[in-house]
């Protein structure tokens, strides 16, 4: 599975983006999906995730009511909605994929990595 993610940019406070995470190769079966990010400095953080057959979804604390993740399975694509958008949101965002039904939100789990997009969050 090979996954390219997009979507990042510069956007001031209060802002929006969206990211995308197109899947392509042996995408059939159930694929979980991830979002993660990881800020200069820091390590890599879960964000979201959603299953691809029931749209189980879950997310981090802190971006609950900001952030939506969406599929579009005819697409093979994973959208990451990011509204209201903060300094602390400034990353480079990665894609992550599973075989496997079940969330997970340790990257551990995840089988295949996207490039990652970088999303700026500054006035």
């Known amino acids: 599975v090979q996954l390219q993610a997009s979507g990042g940019g510069l956007v001031r406070p209060g802002g929006s983006l969206r990211l995308s995470c197109a899947a392509s190769g042996r995408t059939s079966g159930p694929l979980g999906m991830g979002w993660f990010r990881q800020a200069p400095g820091k390590e890599r953080e879960f964000v979201a995730a959603i299953t691809r057959t029931d749209d189980h979804t879950y997310y981090k604390e802190s971006v609950k009511g900001r952030f939506t993740i969406s599929k579009d399975n005819d697409k093979n694509t994973v959208y990451l909605q990011m509204n209201s958008l903060k300094p602390e949101d400034t990353a480079v965002y990665y894609c992550?994929?599973?075989?496997?039904?079940?969330?997970?939100?340790?990257?551990?789990?995840?089988?295949?990595w996207g490039q990652g997009t970088l999303v700026t969050v500054s006035s």
């Open positions: 992550a994929a599973r075989h496997s039904p079940t969330l997970a939100v340790v990257g551990g789990l995840y089988d295949y």
